[in-house]
């Protein structure tokens, strides 16, 4: 097959005016951080209703970042969901407190917060949701818990740019909201994220974090109190970020109607009836990020992946769930543990779904599948 006939499950979509602006920031000699990393960081800031915003090099260390603020360290636990990349958890490692996870609800795929308060100790400091797929987790609920429990809160919305809670933007309210920019996710610097801080917040000691802990002062100052890391985000990532982001609507916008046309094409082809378990068909808070399905336990999803590459079409897993990865497996979680993360993860299966997607691409994903199932007797 010509690569050329390969559907990825996803790709970034680079506009000729931002790629103008890479070279432009490539000849002024200042490629680092510097004059575009502040204006895309302000701009980030007026999209999130002028909250204080810094960006970083990816939207792992953003959460790393605010858990450093909020002084989460060795001896506090942290409840988040089994059922995300792995990175929501591991961050919680870095800084040597304890993961501790609830089970999701198996249609929203995100953590329930109706087992969240039976997770809660006198060592916990925070509760790290996740809005999977670009659907926000139960916020209400959730900062309800945090607010009677004196817990703080710091979203994982890494997917979740554009996404909505109540007519309120994701990032717009509430406490901290770490965001990705990576390559796959609905707006990208390449590799870079943001974290959106709340009120009260040390913006000055989440700025030195990421450079060494260094303060500057004057033109020779210069002062180190705090051991900080390298997670700066250049002016080349940042100049494809602000490009990135005044076309975050028609991106979502795209994102949207792709996903209704998914819809329209499984209800004709009976694809529920046949065990295949759809996202929530919500229109007004998901961003669509991801598209994904979950077959039924009797089709192997590694046949039903590879049925769809042999047609031309990339799928993805994302994800597996977390607390049966060897690391946690170590540290004392077993299957059976979180039996709704256990079950999505083992089954659920990223479609195709990006903005230069056309609509003759959801036909040939949709078809492909309907015909791969019918190969598997559904």
Same mark, same amino acid.
């Given at each position: 097959?010509?690569?050329?006939?390969?559907?990825?499950?996803?790709?970034?979509?680079?506009?000729?005016?931002?790629?103008?602006?890479?070279?432009? *920031?490539?000849?002024?000699?200042?490629?680092?951080?510097?004059?575009?990393?502040?204006?895309?960081?302000?701009?980030?800031?007026?999209?999130?209703?002028?909250?204080?915003?810094?960006?970083?090099?990816?939207?792992?260390?953003?959460?790393?970042?605010?858990?450093?603020?909020?002084?989460?360290?060795?001896?506090?636990?942290?409840?988040?969901?089994?059922?995300?990349?792995?990175?929501?958890?591991?961050?919680?490692?870095?800084?040597?407190?304890?993961? =501790?996870?609830?089970?999701?609800?198996? *249609?929203?795929?995100?953590?329930?917060?109706?087992?969240?308060?039976?997770?809660?100790?006198?060592?916990?400091?925070?509760?790290?949701?996740?809005?999977?797929?670009?659907?926000?987790?139960?916020?209400?609920?959730?900062?309800?818990?945090?607010?009677?429990?004196?817990?703080?809160?710091?979203?994982?919305?890494? $997917?979740?740019?554009?996404?909505?809670? +109540?007519?309120?933007?994701?990032?717009?309210?509430?406490?901290?909201?770490?965001?990705?920019?990576?390559?796959? &996710?609905?707006?990208?610097?390449?590799?870079?994220?943001?974290?959106?801080?709340?009120?009260?917040?040390?913006?000055?000691?989440?700025?030195?974090?990421?450079?060494?802990? =260094?303060?500057?002062?004057?033109?020779?100052?210069?002062?180190?109190?705090? *051991?900080?890391? &390298?997670?700066?985000?250049?002016? =080349?990532?940042?100049? =494809?970020?602000?490009?990135?982001?005044?076309?975050?609507?028609?991106?979502?916008?795209?994102?949207?109607?792709?996903?209704? $046309?998914?819809?329209?094409?499984?209800?004709?082809?009976?694809?529920?009836?046949?065990?295949?378990?759809?996202?929530?068909?919500?229109?007004? +808070?998901?961003?669509?990020?991801?598209? $994904?399905?979950?077959?039924?336990?009797?089709? +192997?999803?590694?046949?039903?992946?590879?049925?769809? &590459?042999?047609?031309?079409?990339?799928?993805?897993?994302?994800?597996?769930?977390?607390?049966?990865?060897?690391?946690?497996?170590?540290?004392?979680? &077993?299957?059976?543990?979180?039996?709704?993360?256990?079950?999505?993860?083992?089954?659920?299966?990223?479609?195709?779904?990006?903005?230069?997607?056309?609509?003759?691409?959801?036909?040939?994903?949709?078809?492909?599948?309907?015909?791969?199932?019918? +190969?598997?007797?559904?």
């Amino acid at each position: 097959m010509n690569p050329q006939d390969i559907l990825p499950f996803t790709r970034p979509e680079i506009d000729e005016d931002t790629i103008a602006g890479v070279v432009e *920031v490539l000849r002024s000699g200042w490629i680092t951080t510097g004059p575009w990393c502040a204006k895309f960081e302000q701009a980030l800031s007026d999209y999130f209703g002028g909250r204080p915003v810094l960006a970083y090099a990816s939207g792992t260390v953003t959460m790393e970042i605010a858990l450093r603020l909020l002084g989460i360290g060795p001896g506090d636990e942290v409840i988040t969901t089994p059922l995300s990349w792995v990175a929501t958890s591991n961050v919680i490692l870095t800084v040597g407190a304890t993961p =501790v996870f609830a089970d999701i609800d198996p *249609v929203t795929r995100n953590i329930d917060a109706s087992r969240i308060e039976a997770a809660i100790t006198p060592r916990t400091r925070a509760i790290l949701p996740v809005h999977l797929a670009g659907l926000p987790a139960d916020l209400d609920a959730i900062y309800a818990i945090a607010a009677r429990h004196g817990l703080r809160v710091i979203e994982d919305a890494a $997917q979740a740019i554009g996404s909505m809670w +109540q007519g309120q933007r994701i990032g717009s309210f509430g406490d901290f909201a770490s965001f990705s920019f990576h390559p796959n &996710k609905n707006i990208t610097s390449i590799e870079g994220g943001c974290l959106v801080l709340p009120s009260g917040a040390d913006v000055d000691l989440a700025r030195r974090l990421r450079l060494q802990g =260094v303060q500057r002062s004057g033109l020779d100052g210069m002062e180190v109190d705090v *051991v900080g890391g &390298k997670s700066n985000l250049t002016d =080349v990532a940042a100049r =494809v970020g602000w490009g990135q982001l005044q076309r975050v609507d028609e991106f979502n916008a795209r994102r949207r109607e792709l996903a209704r $046309q998914y819809f329209a094409a499984f209800d004709a082809l009976n694809i529920e009836a046949r065990g295949i378990q759809l996202p929530p068909r919500d229109f007004a +808070q998901s961003n669509w990020h991801m598209f $994904q399905i979950v077959p039924p336990p009797q089709v +192997q999803r590694a046949a039903l992946m590879q049925a769809l &590459k042999d047609r031309g079409i990339t799928t993805g897993v994302h994800y597996p769930a977390i607390h049966l990865f060897s690391l946690y497996r170590a540290r004392g979680f &077993k299957p059976g543990d979180f039996p709704h993360a256990e079950a999505v993860g083992g089954a659920i299966l990223t479609l195709p779904l990006f903005p230069a997607m056309q609509d003759s691409d959801v036909t040939r994903v949709t078809s492909a599948l309907d015909a791969v199932l019918r +190969q598997f007797g559904l």
